[in-house]
């Protein structure tokens, strides 16, 4: 296979000024004096896009991968390093970026295509396919500063996609848009791809990733970290959001020289493959250990598991005060700190409880809610008659739950609450509404909020 991108050694290296005079001041010093400090968006990034190739690039924000794109398309001019690009480029880098917002939406759509090298002619025979998948009516004759963020992405994705790119680059903008436009854009991404067109994708969707992406690089405060299979580097991504950035570089070698073990089943997780408990090396019995049982699963480092999780800053929090949810965790199929989760695997919730005073028969819950507040799942220590007789002042417990992700992929939220009842009246001790962000990976998500993981057969009767 012959290159379609070759990126070399690339840095994007930015001037920051703590005042607007002071960069007046370095431009007139007669001594050269310097009253900025750099800022590395990019250092020294190195990696290929083969043709054909669907390539992903993922990292957190403001690890480089919007730059990286904009210095291949040439928006940008890189600070030192070299990119080759062999092939016509189609790029939606941002919303209705290149449009003219006074011109209407026929005249973007022209204009654009002149811009990519494309004839008047050739324009109007792509035209009435571009339209077709925008599916804005009468709005491409009215100017585009009038278009709603739907009508703004439908209308860039359609012409992005449908001028026969050989190089397609997109940067998040499938995020915009009704979930069918997005099943359109993908069901076209999909046909593009069979047709030999290279893509690149940028994207914070974990489940994209590991359904489309043939490699995927992987970059983190603007370095490169790894490039490799999607399983892999979706593993290590895992592990820069859980803050485990001490083991990262080994992590990233073992995973180049193809002996990441949880790396690599991550992909096949995904297709339903069993993995081993997430807590396997954790003292528990009933669901309830001690605080050494919280040591063997994961905190002999010293620190929070929380801090390792995506956390609601704005939570709710109320209870009486008698004990305290002073820890939680969430554990993967393979056992690590994370708030991703494969669909269909096994994963563990943990919460560590302080008693500041006696609690007879304490309640420990989670629940799973949607974005909109629905409570989709949970339970609680009484349903699975694991409760302990009774808690002291002082003492620590770690509650564990095991169990199997059934929802299907998107964003979720957990809420977790230490209660009980005290004189036959329900109290609660602490609760915590909110408090974690859970995202569930998954390449198949079924009708509904779960998954039955049917088995289905079809036959042909004679």
Not at 64 to 84: N, Y
Not at 309 to 316: A, I, K, P
Request: aromatic letters at 8%; proline letters at 2%; one cysteine or more.
């Amino acid at each position: 296979m012959s290159a379609a991108i070759q990126v070399n050694q690339v840095t994007k290296v930015y001037k920051l000024f703590d005042r607007p005079i002071d960069r007046l001041k370095e431009s007139l010093s007669p001594f050269h004096k310097e009253y900025h400090r750099d800022f590395y968006a990019l250092n020294e990034i190195s990696f290929q896009v083969e043709k054909g190739q669907f390539v992903g690039i993922i990292g957190t924000n403001g690890s480089g991968k919007s730059t990286i794109l904009k210095i291949i398309t040439g928006v940008l001019t890189p600070t030192t390093g070299t990119v080759t690009v062999d092939g016509r480029v189609s790029a939606l880098l941002e919303l209705g970026g290149g449009f003219n917002m006074e011109y209407t939406g026929i005249e973007n759509v022209y204009m654009n295509g002149t811009m990519m090298g494309y004839t008047r002619q050739e324009m109007d025979q792509k035209l009435p396919e571009i339209l077709e998948f925008a599916d804005i009516g009468d709005f491409v004759y009215q100017p585009v500063k009038t278009y709603s963020s739907g009508m703004f992405v439908r209308l860039a994705f359609a012409l992005a996609i449908n001028v026969d790119p050989e190089i397609l680059i997109v940067d998040e903008a499938l995020a915009v848009g009704d979930v069918f436009f997005q099943a359109k854009c993908y069901q076209k991404i999909n046909e593009i791809c069979q047709s030999g067109t290279t893509v690149i994708l940028v994207t914070h969707d974990m489940s994209t990733v590991i359904k489309y992406c043939d490699k995927v690089v992987v970059l983190n405060r603007g370095k490169f970290v790894a490039e490799g299979p999607a399983g892999q580097m979706v593993d290590l991504y895992k592990k820069i959001l859980a803050n485990q950035e001490d083991d990262l570089e080994l992590s990233a070698q073992s995973a180049a020289s193809g002996q990441t073990g949880t790396a690599a089943s991550a992909a096949a997780a995904v297709g339903g493959t069993g993995g081993r408990d997430a807590s396997a090396s954790g003292k528990t019995a009933a669901g309830v250990s001690g605080e050494n049982g919280a040591k063997a699963s994961g905190r002999e480092a010293g620190r929070l598991w929380k801090t390792g999780l995506t956390l609601n800053e704005q939570q709710l929090k109320y209870g009486d005060g008698k004990a305290e949810i002073a820890d939680v965790g969430m554990f993967d199929h393979n056992g690590e700190l994370t708030s991703l989760v494969l669909k269909g695997q096994p994963f563990t919730l943990k919460m560590r409880v302080h008693f500041r005073e006696d609690v007879q028969a304490p309640i420990f819950a989670f629940t799973i809610k949607d974005a909109k507040g629905t409570e989709l799942t949970g339970t609680n220590t009484l349903i699975e008659d694991c409760c302990p007789v009774a808690a002291r002042a002082g003492e620590d417990y770690v509650i564990t739950f095991r169990q199997k992700m059934r929802l299907q992929g998107g964003e979720y939220l957990l809420s977790l609450g230490c209660t009980g009842f005290e004189g036959g009246e329900f109290v609660v001790h602490d609760r915590l509404y909110d408090v974690v962000n859970i995202t569930v990976i998954s390449n198949k998500n079924t009708v509904g909020v779960f998954d039955m993981d049917s088995v289905v057969s079809v036959e042909k009767e004679d």
